[in-house]
């Protein structure tokens, strides 16, 4: 289930949380008391993985509904302090936030795959496909459960996803990269590994 909604996980954890509040009786309260600890501990790994600063998901939005949630259902006052931390340093100067802080490997993908296919290999483009290869994530993301090898979408914290990952994979094979590359070996494997069983890809 978590591999499905994916990006929506952090909010779907602290809002269950929060509604557990209500005054519930028999299975379903012993269901949440065994169940709230793994939600925390679900939303301490995205910490982890998003690092001190990080929000979740990279996301002012989404860092909001966890925020509002755990407020509301008076728990976990260090994760609440760390969506505030993130609050503010994520705000832009005139006072608004973005829906998400960067999508910086998303960008870079784009542009040197477009650079590359024009024929430009200069040494920004060079500079920039050795970043590309810098962006791999090496471990297992535990928020979803996709192995190692992918890229996500920004750094230090965006989630490996299907369509960064594949765009780095463009950018490589474009560069001259061939599937022996030891980084694009683990790409392509990231891949086949979250192939649905129909043939398609989510992101």
């Known amino acids: 289930?978590?591999?499905?909604?994916?990006?929506?996980?952090?909010?779907?954890?602290?809002?269950?949380v929060m509604c557990q509040q209500q005054?519930?009786?028999?299975?379903?309260?012993?269901?949440?008391?065994?169940?709230?600890?793994?939600?925390?501990?679900?939303?301490?790994?995205?910490?982890?993985?998003?690092?001190?600063?990080g929000g979740f998901v990279e996301s002012p939005m989404m860092c909001a509904n966890v925020c509002i949630a755990l407020t509301?259902?008076?728990?976990?006052?260090?994760?609440?302090?760390?969506?505030?931390?993130?609050?503010r340093n994520s705000v832009h100067a005139d006072g608004a936030w973005p829906v998400t802080r960067d999508l910086e490997v998303d960008a870079t993908n784009f542009i040197t795959a477009g650079m590359l296919i024009s024929g430009v290999y200069d040494d920004n483009v060079k500079q920039a496909?050795?970043?590309v290869r810098g962006a791999q994530r090496i471990g297992k993301f535990a928020g979803t459960g996709a192995p190692t090898?992918?890229?996500?979408?920004g750094l230090p914290s965006g989630w490996p996803n299907s369509g960064n990952t594949g765009d780095a994979l463009k950018v490589l094979g474009l560069a001259g990269a061939s599937n022996t590359d030891l980084q694009?070996?683990?790409?392509?494997?990231?891949?086949?590994?979250?192939?649905?069983?129909?043939?398609?890809?989510?992101?």
């Open 1 to 16: 289930l978590r591999r499905k909604l994916t990006f929506a996980m952090p909010t779907a954890m602290a809002w269950g």
């Open 23 to 53: 005054n519930i009786s028999g299975i379903r309260q012993w269901l949440n008391r065994i169940s709230e600890p793994r939600a925390f501990k679900y939303l301490e790994d995205i910490i982890q993985f998003e690092g001190p600063l």
């Open 72 to 87: 509301v259902a008076n728990k976990r006052r260090d994760i609440v302090e760390h969506c505030v931390r993130y609050f």
């Open 129 to 131: 496909v050795n970043w």
């Open 149 to 153: 090898g992918g890229w996500g979408w």
């Open 184 to 203: 694009v070996e683990r790409g392509i494997r990231w891949l086949q590994k979250q192939q649905n069983y129909d043939g398609s890809w989510s992101c």
